[in-house]
């Protein structure tokens, strides 16, 4: 039985779910790119007696006399390589618009069991294997003059699958065991809140596909109708654990254990930060050359000087900021040591180290958070960190750069088994004990309005002493 304050589904009161929006994908991409490029052709054809000249004088390689109309002729160019794109996503249309996922229990409950079956319109063989995961995402709606709309992913587990031929292409079954600490389906004035989403993927193909499950605390159903021994549940495991990519480890004397978080381990959101921070430093540094030739000028303009002044002051108190986070994340090797009765830390930076030891007995417990995310949805990439929290409020670092949930939960496993600390999964269960900030610190929003309202005076009184 769905919730009555869900919005109508009748896909889900049949027992199925079907992708959202996968006609109006197609349609608009390829709506757009022929209207593009229809409309440039009319355009050329209409202009095509001043266009052939500039053709002939682009020949002789004279930069200095290329005419503007040249414009019509490479826009429709670029056009034309978004054909390509279009027929790739109209295959994906032709496989994908028919395709209907049965769910059993309808809906889920969230400390159960979600089974399915699909049939894809793909021959795969053995060696082509379906990956099909279930995923819990909260939508972030933000308002304002930078309005936006993201599906954050909070929690994702693989499921068992089987891969069966049929006539129609390959039947793909599944179950999923869902997680009891995740909000359930929810929407708010009939708008997504919480959602549930199968995905079905291959990557041979290029096969990837969508679909929405409810799940409700008052589900009266547990258990999948489609089932899997515990031999299948087992060998399912053992095929999709991948190698370790985020530490190495090795045994120490008296049943220890050293585990290293190497330099680099930062990966996308490493790279990403360090090129934000190289543009906004390299606009900073632009700035302050275009400074110091106004200073040094005939006629210098305090207005421009202002402008590019506080132009200078923005780019260059974040972009330097995020330069040294990215080469730091980049850059940083972190070693945790696990001995008996005690936890060691060791932080290593450009020669520079720190060095901490927590006993067992201090700690309250463990907990993973996710500290990255890149992309959206079901496609997201998250990097988890995993903090010890002691008895006295405050947190330390353990282990971070560490890429995926079924890597973070494993790590967390090797060190309950090795210390008996307890392990949760919402670290918001734990009671921190922030620092009070220092006298100077509660100044700070006065002194920035105060700065900001001294740099707005002062750009009027530049603007209107250029004209003295």
């Known amino acids: 039985m769905l919730e009555p304050e869900w919005p109508t589904n009748k896909d889900w009161q049949k027992g199925q779910s079907r992708q959202e929006f996968v006609n109006l994908r197609f349609y608009m991409l390829a709506g757009f790119t022929l209207t593009f490029l229809g409309v440039l052709l009319v355009l050329n054809i209409a202009k095509w007696r001043e266009i052939e000249p500039a053709l002939y004088g682009l020949q002789a390689l004279n930069l200095a006399s290329l005419d503007p109309i040249l414009m019509l002729p490479g826009l429709l160019l670029v056009g034309l390589f978004g054909i390509p794109g279009v027929l790739k996503e109209f295959v994906r249309w032709r496989r994908q618009r028919g395709l209907v996922l049965h ?29 099909v995961t279930l995923s819990c995402m909260r939508r972030v709606v933000t308002k304002g003059k930078n309005s936006s709309v993201q599906d954050r992913l909070l929690w994702q587990t693989p499921a068992v699958t089987r891969q069966m031929r049929s006539i129609k292409g390959t039947r793909i079954e599944f179950v999923a065991e ?6 359930v389906t929810s929407f708010e004035e009939g708008k997504r809140e919480v959602w549930w989403a199968v995905q079905v993927e291959e990557e041979v193909s290029g096969f990837d596909a969508v679909f929405p499950v409810p799940v409700s605390e008052n589900a009266r159903k547990t258990t999948s109708e489609f089932r899997f021994t515990e031999r299948e549940r087992q ?64 006629n210098t303009s305090y207005f421009a000087l202002m402008v590019q002044g506080m132009i200078l002051m923005g780019f260059g108190l974040f972009g330097p900021a995020l330069l040294f986070g990215g080469i730091y994340m980049r ?8 001995r008996p009765g005690e936890l060691v830390t060791t932080r290593r930076f450009l020669g520079f180290s720190k060095q901490r030891h927590l006993a067992v007995d201090d700690i309250e417990g463990l907990a993973e958070r996710v500290i990255g995310r890149v992309g959206q949805g079901v496609d997201s990439e998250l990097e988890y960190a995993i903090d010890a929290y002691l008895k006295d409020g405050m947190r330390v670092r353990l282990g971070d750069g560490i890429e995926g949930q079924h890597e973070a939960e494993q790590l967390l496993q090797q060190l309950r088994d090795k210390t008996g600390i307890e392990t949760r999964i919402d670290p918001d269960s734990y009671k921190l004990n922030r620092r009070t900030p220092p006298v100077w610190v509660m100044w700070l929003p006065a002194i920035f309005k105060t700065v900001s309202f001294i740099i707005f005076a002062l750009t009027i009184a530049a603007f209107v002493f250029d004209f003295l």
């Open 178 to 183: 869902l997680s009891g600490q995740q909000p």
């Open 331 to 338: 850059l940083n090797r972190l070693q945790l040591e696990v």
């Open 103 to 131: 769910i059993d229990p309808v809906p889920a409950s969230p400390d159960g069991e979600l089974g399915g079956r699909i049939t894809i319109p793909l021959h795969l063989t053995d060696q082509h294997k379906v990956r």
């Open 235 to 298: 060998q399912a495991a053992e095929a999709s654990r991948e190698p370790v990519r985020s530490w190495q480890q090795e045994a120490l004397p008296g049943d220890g254990l050293n585990i290293e978080f190497p330099a680099g381990r930062g990966g996308k959101a490493a790279g990403i930060l360090t090129l934000v921070g190289l543009v906004f430093t390299a606009v900073a540094g632009f700035m302050g050359y275009n400074v110091a030739q106004e200073l040094s000028s005939a």
